[in-house]
């Protein structure tokens, strides 16, 4: 169990990494300052350029729930699965996005979380506390054996 959550976890890692980098190229490509708010940014997005950015988020769940899926025995281990390389993907995915072009500024900035099905906007400091608290959980309770 220990090794399939670090290999999930090196996973969601790359994963946020990879996705961090496609969304600073995203920017630039579409004129935002690396200081911009996103949700200044999706408010001036084309509507063409936001279903595509849809697509991007849901083929993100899309992997997610695959890679739960095949490393899952029972259907809660799967839960769990998903769970845990989801709060890796969403926490390193800031970190990435503040190491490459320092956004978020703070952890006050107020972020779209998601566009599925209609805008998610939240400060940042919201997605990385249950992304946190959700590896935190998931830790202990492989530790201690429930998981």
Do not use: C, Q
Request: aromatic share 14%.
């Amino acid at each position: 169990m220990i090794a399939k959550l670090l290999l999930l976890a090196i996973f969601g890692i790359a994963m946020a990494h990879l996705e961090g980098v496609v969304v600073v190229y995203l920017r630039k490509a579409l004129g935002m300052l690396d200081s911009e708010s996103n949700k200044e940014s999706v408010e001036k997005f084309p509507k063409r350029y936001l279903n595509i950015e849809m697509t991007r988020e849901a083929a993100t769940i899309i992997m997610l729930v695959v890679i739960a899926y095949l490393t899952g025995g029972s259907w809660i281990e799967k839960g769990v699965f998903f769970l845990w390389t989801f709060a890796f993907w969403d926490l390193f995915y800031y970190l990435s996005l503040y190491i490459l072009i320092k956004w978020p500024p703070t952890l006050t900035t107020i972020d779209v979380l998601f566009l599925i099905p209609k805008p998610w906007i939240a400060p940042v400091w919201l997605p990385v506390s249950i992304s946190g608290l959700t590896i935190l959980v998931i830790a202990l309770l492989a530790i201690i054996g429930i998981i």
